[in-house]
């Protein structure tokens, strides 16, 4: 079950500023290296605003992004409507079988903890390596596997590689 959390007040012009290059590339990172020990396809997607309750939206997005396409249905997005300041983590079918009741409210917890000291991407960065620490217990990485979707930051329509 996705949590809902409203990110700490942060002004934005456009969506795209919302994170440094340098930021971008810390969170492409933790993606990456969440990976590298679970099967498991972590994404991460930004938008300006969502007129949408902030998990369906999220839920649209995790199709969108063709994440509910991955060999073992263990997908993570983690979703943010920055203008807005709505996040949302939402899991596949598969780990929603095997993470306890409290998982997402833990890995929230840690994420806005990092949002309401304006420490976004150390939030998402943090987020990330816990969900890949859970996946690799549930869905260890074995020779076989191969990286199904892309590692980097969707925003909008647009991907930061």
């Known amino acids: 079950m996705p949590f809902l959390l409203y990110l700490h007040k942060k002004i934005m012009s456009k969506v795209e500023d919302f994170l440094t290059r340098e930021q971008e590339q810390k969170i492409v990172k933790a993606i990456r290296t969440a990976e590298l020990q679970t ?3 972590i994404r991460v997607h930004l938008e300006a605003t969502t007129h949408k309750e902030t998990t369906d939206r999220a839920t649209e997005v995790f199709y969108y992004l063709k994440m509910d396409e991955t060999k073992h249905k263990n997908g993570v997005l983690f979703y943010l409507a920055v203008d807005d300041k709505k996040f ?3 899991g596949d079918e598969n780990i929603n079988d095997k993470v306890p009741v409290d998982f997402w409210k833990n890995i929230t917890t840690i994420v806005i903890k990092e949002f309401k000291t304006n420490h976004y991407a150390s939030g998402l960065v943090k987020g990330i390596l816990k969900v890949g620490d ?6 260890p990485y074995k020779l076989y596997d191969k990286n199904e979707l892309p590692d980097e930051i969707s925003v909008g329509n647009k991907t930061i590689k």
């Open 39 to 41: 099967s498991g396809e």
């Open 134 to 139: 859970k996946l690799k217990k549930h869905f």
């Open 88 to 90: 949302a983590v939402i």
